[in-house]
């Protein structure tokens, strides 16, 4: 993790740009142009920077955008555009030092090219080539005038107080989140009949659960994620559970049912036709895989949903 810290200090260092830690982003303006460069995704030392721009009041011409990559392979990997929203993503090398090298010297070079071919940095919402600041808005960076960002914070936190204001339906929450436990768990399930635990299942277990609370429910809560983790922790039990009565069903000398066996386990437990330790073991073993990923998944959909309403701004502690 510190590696990251010192990749971004030495692109700041180089560029001049400041480094705001906390959002892993690198801000500020240079020659003109307002920056906000940070990771192509997390763990990753491949940069993409990202500039509203405009020429004489018109959106940016992305056609006449990629000549810039075309003629610099060494340093641009591509560039996109959504309105007036220019994302350039950068070269990266095999080494960290290597990659800070080569993204300072694209960031150094990139407001002079897109200057002299008449471009400026304009407001990302009203389009007006106003000062900017850099905001991280729901999650999102953006590069917005003090005005865009008045009024975008005050519906943010009017749609906040709505989404707090709405009620929360628990009992069709938990509904849904049965259903998806269905769901994951007949995932697992197949695939530790396949003789295999996974902790990419664990994670669609959560999700399915956490989903299924958060859409029949209306909205995302603490309850919703105490009862998510119950379903998640019933699941793995009964997923554990249906797999060892399902063994018995076939060992043809004990002569039970699937269901029978569902209910006899505690009593083959007690009279020694199942080892209880074996039983306990294999359910920590899908609980290890399985649960760990579940509530990684639900507690990220939690926190994800508490960003959607939050702004601030970004800094590098100054
Ligand atoms: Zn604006």
Not at 16 to 21: E, M, S
Not at 118 to 133: F, L, M, N, R, W
């Given at each position: 993790m510190a590696k990251f810290n010192e990749f971004f200090e030495k692109v700041a260092g180089g560029t001049?740009?400041?480094?705001?830690?906390n959002n892993k982003t690198l801000f500020g303006m240079r020659f003109g142009f307002y920056l906000v460069v940070n990771q192509v995704q997390s763990g990753s030392y491949q940069l993409k920077v990202m500039i509203s721009m405009a020429k004489n009041g018109l959106m940016p011409n992305l056609a006449e955008l990629r000549s810039i990559v075309k003629q610099d392979k060494a340093h641009f990997y591509s560039v996109n555009a959504t309105g007036l929203n220019v994302t350039f993503t950068l070269k990266s090398a095999n080494t960290w030092k290597k990659a800070a090298d080569k993204a300072t010297e694209a960031i150094n070079q990139l407001p002079q090219i897109l200057s002299n071919m008449?471009?400026?940095?304009?407001?990302?919402?009203?389009?007006?080539?106003?000062?900017?600041?850099g905001y991280v808005i729901g999650g999102a960076m953006v590069s917005l005038c003090p005005d865009c960002f008045m009024r975008k914070s005050t519906d943010l936190n009017y749609e906040a107080?709505?989404?707090?204001a709405k009620p929360e339906n628990i009992p069709a929450g938990i509904v849904g989140a049965f259903l998806g436990a269905i769901l994951g768990g007949a995932a697992i399930f197949a695939i530790l009949r396949l003789g295999r635990v996974s902790f990419i299942l664990g994670i669609l277990m959560g999700f399915c659960i956490v989903t299924g609370y958060s859409k029949l429910a209306g909205k995302m809560s603490k309850t919703g994620v105490t009862v998510s983790i119950i379903f998640a922790v019933i699941t793995t039990f009964l997923v554990n559970h249906f797999d060892w009565a399902l063994d018995v069903a076939k060992t043809e000398r004990l002569r039970m049912t699937f269901w029978d066996a569902v209910?006899?386990?505690?009593?083959?437990?007690r009279v020694g036709v199942i080892e209880q330790k074996t039983y306990l073991l294999t359910f920590g073993q899908?609980?290890?895989y399985n649960l760990i990923g579940a509530i990684i998944a639900i507690a990220s959909a939690y926190s994800s949903d508490k960003k959607k309403f939050t702004t601030g701004r970004l800094t590098d502690g100054r």
């Open positions: 001049g740009l400041r480094y705001d830690p008449g471009y400026g940095t304009v407001c990302s919402a009203c389009g007006q080539p106003k000062e900017v600041d107080q709505r989404q707090d209910r006899y386990i505690p009593n083959l437990m899908i609980a290890l």
